[in-house]
Nanobody, 119 residues
Framework: QVQLAESGGGLVQAGGSLRLSCEAS????????MHWYRQAPGKQRELVAS???????NYADSVKGRFTISRDNAKNTVALQMNSLRPEDTAVYYC?????????????WGLGTRVTVSS
């Protein structure tokens, strides 16, 4: 069974920075795309950033120029560097990945890490 574990959330003032990390563990042959989603109170979960196994990235318009997604394929990790944080970035951030073992490709979610940005 594959598990994703996020870390790095917390409370930060507007304009500050945080770095989120996510590590995949379990029986892993390879990981295709990795993503960060977020869900603010009372809102639907939204895609924040994605990165392919080759390193191509994509961002939501609301975070372009402020957030950077990166990954370490050898360590099965993905990170989200968040700069110039705004109160509207407050949300629970979730890691998501398409993971292959020897027999199966599945989509997995972490439990989330909370980010709170104060004004």
């Amino acid at each position: 069974q594959v598990q994703l574990a996020e870390s790095g959330g917390g409370l930060v003032q507007a304009g500050g920075s945080l770095r989120l990390s996510c590590e995949a563990s379990g029986v892993i042959v390879s990981i295709d795309a990795m993503h960060w989603y977020r869900q603010a109170p009372g809102k639907q979960r939204e895609l924040v950033a994605s990165i392919t196994s080759g390193g191509s990235t994509n961002y939501a318009d609301s975070v372009k120029g402020r957030f950077t997604i990166s990954r370490d394929n050898a360590k099965n990790t993905v990170a989200l560097q968040m700069n110039s944080l705004r109160p509207e970035d407050t949300a629970v951030y979730y890691c998501n990945a398409d993971v292959r073992d020897y027999y199966f490709k599945g989509n997995y979610w972490g439990l989330g890490t909370r980010v709170t940005v104060s004004s």
